[in-house]
C-alpha cells in the first residue's frame, strides 16, 4: 500500500493572496490529480499530471498554477484567493489507466478570510 | 467534454429499505470506464466499485451497479440499507482522455434506525 499526504491541512489566507498547496504521494504512480470539493458541486478537476513534467488543465484550471517537480510530487498553487472562499483540495494519484483505482488524500480545507 | 448527472442531493431512508442511486452519464467514447466512489464523514473517497462491460452487474461490499450503455446509467443498489451505510457517493467516469476521470456532483445517503 501507500499514502498521499497533504500539507497543509488547513490553510488560512487574506483575499489576493498567492497560496501554494503541496502534494507527496509514495504508491509510484504515474498519475496525480488536483480535485476541488465543494458542497453540492461535487468532485471538480483543476490540474492533472501524467507524468513529471506533465501538466493538464482539468475544468477549474483558471485561478489555479500547478507544478509537477517530480514523480511524488505535485503542487498546486491559488493565484489571487478570493474572499470568503471556503473549500476542501483532494490531491489524488493513480496509475494511470482508464480503468484504474484513483487514491485520495485527506484533503487540504481553504478558508479565505 | 464528458459528464456525469447525480439528480439526488440527498436520499433518506430507514435501515433495511432497499438503496438505488441514480447515475446517468455523457461521453463521446464508446466503451466508458464507470466507478462508484464512496466518501465517509471526514475521510478521503475511495473506490467502491466499477465496470466497463455493458450489462454486467458489477458487486462489491453488498452493493452493485450495471452499466446499461443504451441509457448512459450506472445506477448504485443495495438490497438491505445499513445505517454504516451513510455517506456521500460519487459516480465517476473515465471516457475519451483515460487519464482523466470526471466525477458527478455526488448523493448524500442518510440512513435512519
Known amino acids: 500500500g501507500g499514502i498521499i499526504t497533504q500539507t497543509p491541512k488547513f490553510l488560512i489566507g487574506q483575499e489576493g493572496q498567492k497560496l501554494t498547496l503541496k502534494c507527496q504521494q509514495n504508491?509510484?504512480?504515474?498519475?496525480m490529480y488536483w480535485y476541488r470539493q465543494d458542497s453540492g458541486k461535487g468532485l471538480r478537476l483543476i490540474y492533472y499530471?501524467?507524468?513529471?513534467?506533465?501538466?493538464q488543465k482539468g475544468d477549474l484550471s483558471e485561478g489555479y498554477d500547478a507544478s509537477r517537480e517530480k514523480k511524488s510530487s505535485f503542487s498546486l498553487t491559488v493565484t489571487s484567493a478570493q474572499k470568503n472562499e471556503m473549500a476542501v483540495f483532494l490531491c489524488?494519484?493513480?496509475?494511470?489507466?482508464?480503468?484504474?483505482?484513483?487514491?485520495f488524500g485527506k484533503g487540504t480545507r481553504l478558508t479565505v478570510v | 467534454g464528458d459528464s456525469v448527472t447525480q439528480t439526488e442531493g440527498l436520499v433518506t431512508l430507514t435501515e433495511g429499505l432497499p438503496v438505488m442511486l441514480n447515475c446517468t452519464y455523457q461521453?463521446?467514447?464508446?466503451?466508458?470506464?464507470l466507478f462508484w466512489y464512496v466518501q465517509h464523514l471526514n475521510e478521503s473517497p475511495r473506490l467502491l466499485l466499477k465496470?466497463?462491460?455493458?450489462?454486467k452487474r458489477t458487486e462489491h461490499q453488498g452493493f452493485h451497479a450495471t452499466l446499461h450503455k443504451s441509457s448512459s446509467s450506472f445506477h448504485l443498489q443495495k438490497s438491505s440499507a445499513q445505517l454504516s451505510d451513510s455517506a456521500l457517493y460519487y459516480c465517476?467516469?473515465?471516457?475519451?482522455?483515460?487519464?482523466?476521470?470526471?466525477f458527478g456532483t455526488g448523493t448524500s445517503l442518510l440512513v435512519d434506525p
Open positions: 489524488a494519484s493513480s496509475m494511470g489507466f482508464a480503468n484504474t483505482e484513483v487514491f
Open positions: 504508491f509510484n504512480h504515474d498519475t
Open positions: 499530471s501524467i507524468t513529471e513534467n506533465d501538466l
Open positions: 461521453t463521446i467514447y464508446s466503451n466508458p470506464f
Open positions: 465496470s466497463f462491460t455493458d450489462n
Open positions: 465517476a467516469l473515465t471516457g475519451n482522455m483515460g487519464y482523466k476521470l470526471t
